[in-house]
């Protein structure tokens, strides 16, 4: 007799038509109601094992999900449902640009609960050998993830295999910031721009461009000398939008300058109706894609080096270095998220300033080895012996005091210290430090070497006392004492 399967154990039989083996078995689906599920199968082996998994995964509380979504399908309703309510208009776009240039088109006819490692890797490897860059393909990856991590939150599907794929390493670009001179010639050449406050305000506080266009009036306090950065202009697709700042930490307060306060109030006169800030001349919206090439027009114009305006961030942030700010404080400025940001991407260094510093670490190892090639390097006048505790100038020293110099950098003045100067006055006082420090740990030793002689002195006497009494005490015990004559 054929034994029948308990109820919920699923059923195996094999077609007549094609000999293949169908198995089916009852699960709970994601919106909570049962479904009859199948599996195929060239063996009952197969279907057998197939039908175990879905059993277990329901029995797990796992649920299957409702449809077979193919990925095209859902790729659509991610971008609609879950990218457009909850991401910025620009981030919307350019999800939908990769989803309709590359996924769509290369893996949307695939079954999202089929989708693996293998296929993605292969698809993107393809994209590779066919030219495409690589950071273009880890953007690929990143928009494919986003969309299969969701659809894992949502239960359709067990795994995220876009997080499992391996691609070479992305090189960021190579950026060489502008240097404190190219800076200065053209912030001089465009002084009688129409855009020059734009330009000035980009180079004083390392604002973005869409911070800069999308600034308004309102956001200008000129009683309490303060910016409140709250929007930015973006343009997405053919629209150019007013919309909120990249992250949290971008909405911030900086300090109104007098130089910008001199340069705003005269661009207020000339259009006090205004609402932004900046505008062109027919009162409407400066268009970023436009003054991106006003700007490297206006680099060539005057014969500078050409960067992009996104790269004047980075020359503010290694600027900001180079003037010894916080790294913490220069992130507050910038609007970084974090603080990697700021130190990895932002801040740049040159040969110059490696140069200075290997070269006082060179002269503060050697000093007094006799090495004439290491001897101090020339400090623009200023003499490390001849700076008193209080940064002012004896002995008869020329030029400037280290604190006036100082204090000229932070306002902007001619002056510039260079790092070898800071280094030997922290070298010359370091050394003074050790000094002090290795003479008290040498009478630490002497002293502890003292006492331990004492001690040793001590306990080797009590230790002959000792030995003395108890040898009285045997010789006594051994050798009574004659009896005395009556």
Same mark, same amino acid.
Request: proline share 4%; aromatic share 6%.
């Given at each position: 007799?054929?034994?029948? *399967? ?25 919106? %909570?109601?049962? /479904?009859?599920?199948?599996?195929? %199968? ?64 290369? &893996?949307?006819?695939? *079954? ?15 994209? +590779? ?70 330009? +000035? =305000? ?53 300090? &109104? ?46 014969? +500078? ?50 140069? *200075? ?32 505790? *209080? ?34 006055? =922290?070298? /010359? ?21 003292? =006492? ?21 005490? &045997? ?12």
């Amino acid at each position: 007799m054929v034994r029948r *399967n308990a109820n919920g154990e699923g059923s195996i039989y094999q077609r007549t038509s094609d000999k293949r083996w169908v198995g089916s078995v009852w699960v709970q689906t994601t919106s %909570g109601k049962p /479904k009859r599920v199948y599996a195929y %199968g060239r063996t009952r082996a197969e279907v057998h094992k197939r039908l175990t998994e879905a059993k277990s995964k329901d029995s797990q509380g796992i649920p299957t999900a409702d449809k077979i979504w193919r990925l095209d399908a859902y790729l659509d309703y991610w971008l609609e449902a879950v990218v457009k309510p909850n991401r910025r208009p620009a981030t919307y776009a350019q999800c939908e640009t990769i989803v309709r240039i590359y996924l769509k088109p290369g &893996l949307g006819s695939r *079954n999202l609960g089929t989708l693996s490692v293998s296929i993605v890797q292969g698809y993107l490897n393809q994209l +590779l050998a066919d030219g495409h860059s690589v950071s273009k393909t880890h953007v690929i990856r990143k928009v494919l993830s986003a969309a299969l991590t969701r659809a894992e939150r949502e239960e359709l599907t067990s795994r995220n295999p876009a997080r499992l794929v391996e691609l070479p390493a992305e090189e960021r670009k190579e950026v060489k910031p502008w240097s404190a001179t190219e800076a200065i010639e053209f912030l001089n050449a465009v002084r009688s721009h129409r855009l020059y406050p734009a330009f +000035l =305000m980009l180079l004083l506080y390392g604002l973005r461009k869409g911070e800069v266009l999308g600034l308004r009036w309102q956001d200008i306090d000129f009683n309490s000398s303060k910016i409140h950065l709250r929007q930015q202009l973006q343009r997405v697709g053919r629209e150019i939008l007013q919309g909120p700042l990249k992250t949290a930490k971008s909405r911030r307060d900086l300090p &109104l300058l007098d130089p910008v306060v001199e340069a705003l109030t005269q661009l207020r006169g000339q259009r006090p109706e205004a609402d932004l800030v900046f505008t062109t001349s027919e009162g409407t919206y400066v268009d970023p894609g436009n003054f991106l090439r006003d700007f490297q027009r206006l680099c060539r114009q005057h014969g +500078l080096r050409v960067i992009t305006v996104h790269q004047i961030r980075h020359t503010v942030a290694t600027l900001l270095k180079s003037f010894g700010v916080a790294d913490r404080d220069i992130q507050l400025i910038l609007g970084h998220s974090r603080i990697v940001t700021t130190q990895e991407i932002y801040q740049h260094d040159d040969a110059d300033s490696r140069r *200075n510093v290997l070269q006082g670490l060179a002269s503060a190892l050697l000093v007094g080895s006799g090495d004439t090639k290491t001897a101090p390097i020339e400090r623009s006048g200023l003499s490390v012996d001849s700076v008193d505790s *209080n940064g002012s100038c004896q002995n008869g020293c020329q030029g400037p005091s280290f604190r006036d110099r100082v204090t000229s950098i932070i306002s902007g003045g001619a002056y510039r210290i260079r790092t070898d100067d800071l280094f030997h006055a =922290m070298t /010359k006082q370091t050394t003074l430090v050790s000094r002090i420090t290795e003479v008290d740990e040498v009478w630490k030793v002497r002293r502890r070497q003292q =006492m331990l002689g004492v001690v040793a002195v001590s306990v080797a006497v009590k230790d002959a006392e000792d030995d003395n009494a108890r040898l009285a005490a &045997l010789i006594a015990a051994t050798n009574p004492p004659p009896a005395t004559s009556p």
